[in-house]
C-alpha cells in the first residue's frame, strides 16, 4: 500500500525545532513527509536537518527542480498538510491566499485537510488581524489547533506555545483517518467535561471516582480534528492538555458546574463526559482529621451536589444548543439510561456498562447512544476515540443552522 503523502510546512518560528519531533513520528509511523520550510524556518533549523529526516529534498521556494512544477505538485499530491508551527505571518498569508514562496503555493494547490498549528506570542495571536485571518481559516474548512499556555520565548509566559508534538501527530493521525476534507464541526464552539471530580474531606483526603478522563479526551480530540473550537473542562485527569483546545482545569463538582456553566453560555453543544461525584462531604475539615485512641471514627455526612446535566439542560443558552449526557449503569443498563434520559432532558445519552474492561481508566468502550427522539444506536466494543466519532456523527445532524456567537474577537 501506498504510503500517505504527508507535507509538513514550516515557518519561521521558535518552535520550529519542535517540528523535527513531528517529522520523526510521522515518517516513523509510515507516512511519506515532504517538508516545505519558509525561509525564516531556515534561520532555525537548517534545510539538512529536514532533508536528512524526511529522505526528500528541501527547498523554501518555487524556483528549484521548475521541470517538476513542485510548486503544484506537491499540494496536489498531498493526502495531508500540517504547518507547525505556523506563524502570523504564515496565517496572515494562507487567509489572503499569497503564494509567494513553496509553501504558500502549496497550500492554494492543496485540495485535501489542512492543518495550522499557529506558535507565537501572546500579543500577536490575540491580535485582531491574527484573530480574523484564523477564522477565515477556519471558516474555509482548515483545523486551526489552539496554542498552548506555558512559557513562550524568552521569559514571557501565556498562550501561544506550540502543542505538544505528539498531540500535534496524534491530531494528524485523526484528520487522516477520517480523510474528509470538510470538517463537519467547522464554526462550531463545544464543550467537553471529563475526568472525575474529587470532592475534599479534608486537606488530604478527598471522595473521588475512577474516571480516568479518557472518553472525554477523546471526545475533544475528535472534534478538534473535526474542526471545532474546543474547550475541555478537566477534572483530575493528570493527563497532558490535548493539542488544539482550550483547557480549563477543575477540581470539585462545584468548580466544574462553575466553569460548565461559563463555557456553555456561547456554546453550540456541550457533552458531559466527566463523572461528577452525586454528594459531598457536609463538612470540610480545615486540619486532618486524626485517628483517636478507642474511639471510632465518626461518620461522614454528605449532601447533594448540583446536578449540572439537568440543570444545563433545562436552561440552555439557545434553543438549538444539543446537550449530551453519559451514564455509567452497572444492571438493567438501557431501560436505566432511558430513565436517566427522561430524568435529565438531554438530548443524546451515552450508556456505558461499567464492566472490567468497559468504561473506567481502560482504552476501550463499549456503549449505547440513546437518543431523546427515541433513537438508539449500539456502538461495539472499540476504541474510545470510535465511541467519540459516533457521538459526533449524531451530535451535528442536531445542531440547526444557528452559528454559535462568534468567540472574542473572531467574526462569523
Ligand atoms: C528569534 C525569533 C523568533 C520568532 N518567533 C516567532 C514565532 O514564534 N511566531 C511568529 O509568528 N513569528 C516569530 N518570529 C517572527 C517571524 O520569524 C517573522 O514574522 C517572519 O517574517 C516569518 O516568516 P514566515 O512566516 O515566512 O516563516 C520570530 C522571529 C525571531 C527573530
Known amino acids: 500500500m501506498e504510503k500517505p503523502k504527508v507535507v509538513l510546512g514550516v515557518a519561521g518560528g521558535i518552535a520550529a525545532y ?30 539538512a536537518t529536514w ?13 528549484a527542480d521548475v521541470h517538476e512544477v513542485p510548486h503544484v505538485r506537491i499540494g496536489q499530491s498531498a493526502d495531508l498538510v500540517v504547518v507547525a508551527p505556523a506563524t502570523a505571518d504564515l496565517l496572515a498569508k494562507a487567509a489572503h491566499g499569497l503564494a509567494d514562496d513553496l509553501l504558500t503555493n502549496t497550500l492554494l494547490t492543496a485540495r485535501c485537510p489542512v492543518v ?49 508534538p505528539g498531540e500535534i501527530f496524534e491530531l494528524c493521525r485523526r484528520v487522516l483517518a477520517r480523510g474528509v476534507p470538510e470538517p463537519d464541526l467547522a464554526g462550531r464552539h463545544v464543550v467537553v467535561s471529563a475526568g472525575g471530580t474529587r470532592e475534599p474531606l479534608d486537606p488530604v483526603r478527598y471522595l473521588g471516582n475512577r474516571s480516568s478522563g479518557k472518553q472525554g479526551f477523546a471526545l475533544a480530540r475528535t472534534a478538534a480534528a473535526r474542526g471545532a473550537r474546543v474547550t475541555l473542562i478537566e477534572a483530575n485527569t493528570g ?6 483546545v482550550d483547557v480549563v482545569h477543575v477540581g470539585t463538582a462545584v468548580q466544574l458546574r462553575e466553569a460548565v456553566l461559563k463555557a456553555a ?6 457533552v458531559m463526559a466527566a463523572a461528577v461525584a452525586d454528594f459531598r462531604p457536609a463538612v470540610y475539615a480545615e486540619g486532618k482529621i486524626k485517628k483517636k485512641d478507642g474511639e ?6 454528605l449532601v447533594r451536589n448540583p446536578d449540572i446535566l ?54 476501550e468502550n463499549e456503549a449505547v447512544v440513546l437518543a431523546a427522539d427515541g433513537g438508539e444506536t449500539p456502538v461495539p466494543y472499540g476504541p474510545k476515540e470510535a465511541l467519540a466519532e459516533v457521538v459526533w456523527d449524531l451530535v451535528v445532524p442536531r445542531l440547526g443552522s444557528r452559528p454559535g456567537p462568534a468567540p472574542e474577537g473572531e467574526p462569523r
Do not use: Y
Not at 532533508?51 to 524556483?63: D, I, K, N, Q
Not at 453560555?265 to 456541550?270: G, I, L, R, S
Not at 471510632?296 to 455526612?301: D, L, N
Open 18 to 47: 519542535k517540528a523535527c519531533e513531528l517529522l520523526r513520528r510521522l515518517t516513523e509511523s509510515g507516512h511519506d513527509v515532504r517538508v516545505v520550510p519558509t525561509a525564516s524556518a531556515l534561520h532555525f533549523v537548517g534545510a
Open 51 to 63: 532533508s536528512a529526516l524526511s529522505g526528500h529534498p528541501v527547498s523554501t521556494e518555487v524556483w
Open 116 to 164: 495550522f498549528a499557529p506558535a507565537m506570542h501572546t500579543e500577536m495571536w490575540e491580535h485582531p488581524a491574527t484573530r480574523e485571518n484564523v477564522a477565515t481559516l477556519r471558516r474555509r474548512g482548515a483545523v486551526v489547533i489552539e496554542p498552548a499556555v506555558g512559557r513562550l520565548t524568552g521569559v514571557d509566559t501565556g498562550k501561544g506555545r506550540l502543542p505538544d
Open 239 to 244: 493527563m497532558a492538555d490535548p493539542a488544539g
Open 265 to 270: 453560555a456561547e456554546a453550540d453543544a456541550v
Open 296 to 301: 471510632e471514627p465518626a461518620p461522614v455526612a
Open 310 to 363: 439537568a440543570e444545563i439542560s433545562a436552561e440552555r443558552a439557545h434553543e438549538e444548543q444539543v446537550i449530551v449526557g453519559f451514564a455509567a449503569e452497572t444492571d438493567d443498563v438501557l431501560a436505566n439510561g432511558r430513565r436517566k434520559l427522561l430524568r435529565k432532558g438531554c438530548d443524546l445519552l451515552v450508556v456505558n456498562e461499567v464492566g472490567e474492561r468497559k468504561a473506567f481508566g481502560t482504552e
